[in-house]
């Protein structure tokens, strides 16, 4: 039963529709807010119920201290839920198992059911096996139903099984486009106890980049699929107030610059102020001047800079992005309305309280990519030339980045990057001789010579063997997607092509692209340069990159070659693109297509030609660049409302094979035990009514000693399945023919799978084992490397429990709930580390692992520690809640000290969650009581 405590129930008459709303000019103090923490007013306002959501949290946040650096915590409850298939089936398959454990404990199945909406969009399956030909998408879709059938089953079972479930079937599109091209509402509503309600779309997602949606003021994170489940069984979320970071932009963008350049330049800018954990609202003069695909781009790469989610506010380009996607008129003047009914409308002129304010003037933003292994290390176009050298060469990122502007000429290079100046150091290095191409710096050239269609081609060091326009951070912006149509068009009038070793695939968000693309004519010339439609979906950004071609992996492999990916995603994580590919960087779509040209890093777009046109005279990448005013045009001709309204008139529709699928009925699942694809978890088995006391972790071995920035990519089960590993030896044995491995992401159903690639990874590097690369570790007090799951079932045989040792930003990446899953599988009690992403950690207290943080200016590294000594963590049993740090006791070799962390359970909500032995179990016995 709702309060109504400040007396903000109100009535918003739009159209001669009457909607019920809580105002926000209710409760004193709310204009001062950003616009972030104003939709989190509204959001206790209209939950208020004096248990869950308490005047006390109200005022708290009317009363938030910009500067504070503890907050007050409040309970959060999202409008709706937003997941793709990775990470949604998962999600289907616990709550499956939910029902089964409610009937087992005597309690009816139906009560696990999603209580607000759950969108689930099959996005992440389809795999680029085939590119460059016609015919690449229907093959590409037809591999992916066939590899998927027993997934896509229980997701058709789970869509006509649960109330307010809905599913978007595989080959339609990307989940965070068609969330922003149609799933988002801004203003949400729905009908209450008396009568129709409307308040701010808020969402939460299983995908990190679910804040793409940020772009057109819809509020929306990433959460693990843990937080997810709990959030569709109606559990409010525990949400400590954040700081607010004001990113005031000015000016426009110049000339020859995407949205791509400004996202890079605003990761790298946020990544330095270090924003995780924090809200970043966008204001100021320059907000009118970014249009609504560019925004979304801004706000898609937030996991990238590490902020919580980036918002735009609501204005006319909010509505005019709104009329052409299709939205009613009705809801466009609703929007309207309560955005200036609420103060939630753009005003340049008003400048709320921030934690912090940064500004970027947008025309000092250059082309630039970025890697070659985090999103954050932008490198200068004018300068990637020279800084790939060095970075081949071993350098840092940031000595590779000087050495470049370096060696860039003064005439090739924009005065007015900032970044450029600042880091124009002098260094001790020898000038770079343009006369004669000699470099500053010696790089490990390795000609080798392969043999394609009958022609000799060299690949070295420095190759680009993928060049892929791929990921909702671009494939959503009509005007980079027009622009590389147009920049291919120009480039196969000329005569250029892409490099034969170069795998060139097109993946787009969805259905609209295409359209467009065929209506502009530009299809055709994309085709030449061999950038054919793949499918639509992740693809690439993934690792669902499929296999090189064959002879160029045959050479990667028998030479070691450090060779390169360009590709317009978001993510570039070690061993995630393509596990023979070492050397990842992100591009805008016209610049994956240069590079496709160029078929090597080496080039320098700036300066060096790609090519011979038909009579023989050199094209330059700014021949065939196209103009602003080009693309406009293109854009204004080609793109317009109905194109979307059609398009997703039958967006649940699914093709033949969508349809045509047998569905059992029931409501509970009848679980296939030969299936290799899905089976039933194990979180619940041994659950009872009551929790069981938690106790000390005595005895502990160290199943994996990990540096800085290990990822959850490092972690999480991710891309193709090797013959060799424990997964494929498992399905080897089930009879799976290594052809049909598939991808870890499609078998994430499969627990016996999953927990055989936790910290698989190609690229991870564990201290235990040095010199080594991989899944491997030691099993201790033994000095025989092994595998971390051979490893991991040794401990669990011997009843030893397991810690992990890690880094800073343990955990950053994409928020993967097998990279908590995996890690609790495999007999990890604590992970101990510098410090930790806000997902990851939170994950790790939902599956009942405890996250331990050394205290400030300690590191496993400065401690001495060797990973070779036993843990023992005490002061967790027979207390009342959980100590804010507890005593690490370290032995080895007969000598023992202790060492004090902090206790990383941040909220009495996550404390709840790790009493309970995880998140699920929580739900379940709430569920029970109800």
Not at 556 to 569: K, R
Request: aromatic share 8%; proline share 6%.
């Amino acid at each position: 039963m709702t309060t109504n405590s400040f007396n903000s129930r109100s009535q918003l008459e739009v159209d001669g529709k009457s909607y019920e709303i809580h105002r926000l000019d209710a409760v004193e103090g709310s204009a001062r807010l950003p616009y972030s923490l104003k939709v989190l007013l509204e959001n206790l306002l209209r939950n208020e119920d004096g248990r869950l959501v308490t005047p006390e949290q109200i005022n708290a946040l009317a009363a938030w201290d910009p500067a504070a650096e503890t907050a007050s915590e409040i309970q959060y409850t999202p409008a709706r839920v937003l997941m793709q298939d990775f990470t949604g089936v998962p999600c289907v398959v616990d709550l499956v198992a939910m029902r089964d454990a409610m009937t087992a404990l005597g309690g009816d199945p139906k009560k696990v059911n999603p209580l607000i909406p759950a969108e689930l969009v099959i996005d992440h399956s389809v795999i680029a096996d085939v590119f460059a030909r016609s015919d690449a998408f229907s093959i590409n879709a037809d591999y992916e139903f066939k590899r998927n059938q027993e997934r896509y089953q229980l997701l058709r079972w789970a869509q006509h099984s649960f109330d307010d479930f809905l599913v978007v079937p595989p080959d339609t599109g990307i989940c965070h486009q068609v969330n922003l091209e149609y799933l988002s509402r801004v203003v949400f509503t729905r009908e209450g106890p008396d009568g129709p309600q409307a308040y701010p779309d808020t969402l939460v997602g299983t995908d990190s980049h679910t804040p793409m949606v940020n772009g057109l003021g819809v509020m929306g994170w990433g959460v693990g699929g843990i937080e997810a489940e709990a959030a569709m069984l109606g559990q409010p979320m525990s949400l400590l107030i954040p700081q607010v970071v004001g990113l005031k932009l000015s000016g426009e963008l110049p000339e020859g610059t995407t949205a791509t350049d400004l996202v890079l330049t605003v990761a790298e800018l946020l990544r330095k102020i270090r924003v995780v954990g924090k809200f970043v609202d966008f204001f100021g003069p320059g907000v009118p001047n970014v249009p609504l695909a560019t925004r979304a781009t801004l706000g898609n790469m937030s996991p990238e800079y590490g902020s919580t989610g980036a918002l735009f506010p609501i204005d006319d380009e909010t509505l005019d992005y709104l009329r052409l996607t299709g939205r009613s008129d009705h809801q466009v003047k609703l929007v309207e309305a309560y955005a200036k009914e609420q103060g939630l409308w753009h005003d340049p002129e008003h400048i709320p309280d921030f934690s912090q304010v940064v500004e970027l003037d947008l025309g000092t933003v250059q082309p630039s990519i970025a890697g070659p292994k985090r999103p954050q290390d932008r490198i200068p176009l004018a300068a990637a030339q020279g800084a790939i050298r060095h970075l081949l060469a071993g350098d840092s990122h940031e000595d590779a980045i000087a050495g470049g502007l370096d060696e860039a000429s003064e005439e090739s290079f924009p005065a007015s990057d900032p970044v450029a100046i600042s880091s124009r150091i002098p260094r001790d290095l020898p000038p770079y001789d343009f006369s004669t191409g000699e470099a500053a710096v010696t790089w490990p050239s390795k000609p080798t010579d392969i043999e394609l269609g009958g022609a000799k081609h060299s690949l070295d060091h420095g190759s680009v063997v993928i060049a892929a326009i791929t990921s909702c951070t671009n494939t959503s912006n009509p005007t980079v997607m027009l622009g590389a149509g147009l920049l291919a068009k120009k480039a196969a009038e000329k005569g250029l092509r892409s490099k034969p070793w170069v795998k060139t695939t097109l993946a787009p968000g969805s259905r609209v692209v295409t359209d467009y693309y065929n209506r502009s004519g530009l299809t055709p010339y994309l085709e030449t340069l061999g950038f054919n439609l793949v499918g639509y979906g992740c693809t690439t950004c993934i690792g669902n990159s499929g296999p090189l071609i064959p002879e160029v992996s045959e050479a990667v492999n028998s030479q070691d070659l450090t060779v390169a990916s360009v590709l317009s995603g978001n993510r570039n994580f070690e061993g995630r693109i393509h596990g023979e590919v070492k050397m990842n960087f992100l591009a805008s779509p016209p610049l994956v297509i240069a590079y496709a040209l160029a078929g090597s890093m080496h080039v320098d777009l700036i300066n060096d030609a790609l090519g011979e046109d038909t009579e023989g005279n050199k094209v330059y990448l700014r021949d065939i660049w196209p103009t602003s005013e080009e693309v406009k045009a293109v854009v204004d001709a080609n793109l317009e409302a109905s194109m979307f309204t059609k398009g997703y008139a039958d967006v649940y529709h699914g093709d033949e094979n969508w349809r045509g699928m047998n569905i059992p009925d029931g409501d509970q699942f009848a679980w296939d035990e030969e299936s290799t694809y899905v089976q039933h978890p194990p979180y619940f088995e041994g659950v009872g009514r009551s929790p069981e006391p938690i106790g000390d972790i005595t005895g502990a071995r160290v199943l994996a000693y990990l540096g800085d920035s290990v990822t959850t990519d490092h972690i999480s089960p991710a891309g193709a399945i090797k013959k060799d590993s424990p997964a494929g030896a498992y399905l080897v044995e089930r009879g799976v023919a290594p052809a049909d491995f598939n991808s870890y992401g499609s078998r994430r159903g499969n627990h016996h799978v999953m927990i055989r690639g936790t910290f698989a990874n190609v690229r991870l590097r564990n201290k235990l084992v040095p010199g080594t690369e991989g899944g491997f570790t030691r099993h201790l007090p033994g000095t025989e490397t092994t595998t971390i799951f051979d490893a991991s079932l040794a401990y669990q045989k011997a009843n030893t429990p397991l810690v992990v040792l890690a880094g800073s930003d343990y955990g950053s990446g994409s928020s993967r709930d097998w990279a908590a899953k995996g890690t609790l599988l495999l007999g990890v009690k604590a992970v101990l580390a510098t410090s930790f992403e806000r997902i990851h950690r939170s994950n790790l207290i939902g599956m009942g692992v405890l996250p331990l943080q050394f205290r400030d200016g300690e590191t496993a590294e400065s401690l001495g520690l060797t990973g070779e000594e036993v843990f023992s963590i005490t002061g967790l049993a027979d207390t009342q809640s959980l100590p804010k740090e507890v005593t690490v006791k370290v032995e080895s070799d007969g000598d023992a000290r202790e060492i004090t962390m902090r206790v990383r359970t941040d909220t009495p909500a996550e404390e709840s969650y790790y009493r309970h032995g995880g998140i699920l179990q929580y739900v379940l016995r709430q569920l029970l009581d109800a």
